[in-house]
DNA sequence: TATTGTTATACTCTATAACTATA
DNA sequence: TATAGTTATAGAGTATAACAATA
């Protein structure tokens, strides 16, 4: 054959890949798919399983306290938990000292559903784990932390 | 005062903060923030930015070529290359060989956007580097070599 | 038949402004 | 006035189905 089909050629992607913000980004894109899939069975997307285990190891939380948590403005956190209330695992109950707030809890079918996918979520993170030296856990672990609080200079 | 601001109390993160996958969503979004600040000035995206420098190191390179290097699905990739091509950094020629196909090439100014851009890329990459310290970058860099190539054992 | 690029569509995420009800 | 939650809206990312032109 004189001419390959173009996916089957070389791309030289050594400009791009050599970027850490670009690596991070393919990363994330990746493990967040499969992780996606995991949970896939109980219908669950990432956010909605983060705001399920805030939620249960902080009862009567905020929509706002839980919105700064994750970095999620509240115009856009609203129509997460409405979702996850309108499923029944989640509660909005007014707060009796101000009634502008509400108190968020897990109902116990919430509590049910979020056992299982942290137990499936567990399994991930293991085999994650598992494809990685002891060392590179432990610098991965520590240059992330410091990535996470990497500020602009100018 | 008897009663806090909801912000100001203190959330437990710990169940969340442990997994992996949070954390390399945390630290993308991060720096993906301040990546897009600094190359706001070129009124650049950060998709934007890879496409024409993918394009820059492989002239003539196809739509799908190019979907697949960024994990971009053609419907998707469509609207990216249509902007670049409104603005006159891309252009899209036919090729003579497969009357399907579209090649890929930067136009002067391509070229001069992709320079300056690129430019203000490496002297945020360098911020970055110099915020971790040999041994992170080296086992940072291997973590996450090995984290892309992760897959499902199931 | 198979493939490239494209159109259409829908859903999620993100970002901003403005509203309401409470304080 | 200030704050919590909400509504509305728009842009960007992601995913799937289907189409026309070409091979």
Redesign the pocket.
């Known amino acids: 054959m004189s001419s390959a089909?173009?996916?089957e050629e070389e791309i030289d992607l050594s400009r791009l890949q050599r970027f850490l913000g670009y690596q991070l980004t393919r990363v994330k894109?990746h493990v967040h798919?499969i992780f996606l899939h995991r949970l896939a069975s109980w219908n669950l997307?990432?956010?909605e399983f983060s705001v399920l285990l805030l939620v249960e190891a902080n009862p009567g939380i905020?929509?706002?306290?839980l919105?700064s948590a994750l970095d999620?403005?509240?115009?856009?956190l609203?129509p997460?938990?409405?979702?996850l209330v309108s499923r029944e695992v989640l509660m909005?109950l007014p707060s009796p000292?101000?009634?502008?707030?509400?108190q968020l809890y897990l109902t116990d079918a919430g509590k049910q559903l979020l056992q299982q996918a942290e137990a499936e979520v567990k399994r991930f993170e293991a085999a994650l784990d598992q494809s990685l030296t002891a060392t590179e856990r432990k610098y991965l672990a520590s240059a992330l932390k410091k990535l996470i609080a990497f500020q602009e200079t100018d």
């Open positions: 089909s173009p996916n894109v798919k997307m990432a956010t905020y929509l706002r306290q919105g999620i403005s509240p115009p856009n609203v997460v938990v409405e979702r909005r000292n101000d009634r502008r707030l509400q």
